[in-house]
């Protein structure tokens, strides 16, 4: 129940980190052909792979807790978990970012003005 609530309130933290959409100025842009470039640089955005951050950010985590658990003569498996959880939860957080980095500098490309 434990892990339950800390994988919860990481995810809760990391959808709360930024804003996923950007905002941009769209004085005298014609909306069907900003909507198009969203799109299109939304699908160059799918190119990142959180997924396998999140796992490589999960195992380091974890390998992390249990060398703290054994450090601090804790529970190796509890202080694992939790660093699992952590670190698979900052990975993503990390990967998302990145995601939508490349929306952004796909539309700056494009010449759209990304205030965000």
Not at 8 to 31: E, F, M, Q
Not at 70 to 81: F, L, M, Q, S, T
Request: proline share 2%; aromatic share 6%; hydrophobic share 40%.
């Amino acid at each position: 129940m434990r892990y339950t609530h800390l994988f919860l309130a990481a995810l809760w933290l990391g959808g709360c980190s930024s804003h996923p959409d950007p905002i941009v100025d769209t004085t005298g842009v014609n909306r069907t052909v900003y909507e198009e470039d969203l799109a299109e640089c939304k699908g160059f955005s799918e190119q990142v792979h959180i997924e396998y951050g999140m796992a490589r950010g999960a195992a380091a985590g974890a390998a992390t807790g249990a060398a703290v658990g054994v450090i601090r003569g804790g529970d190796i498996a509890e202080d694992a978990g939790v660093g699992a959880v952590l670190g698979g939860s900052k990975s993503g957080v990390q990967g998302a970012r990145e995601k939508e980095q490349v929306v952004k500098r796909c539309l700056r490309y494009r010449g759209y003005r990304v205030l965000n």
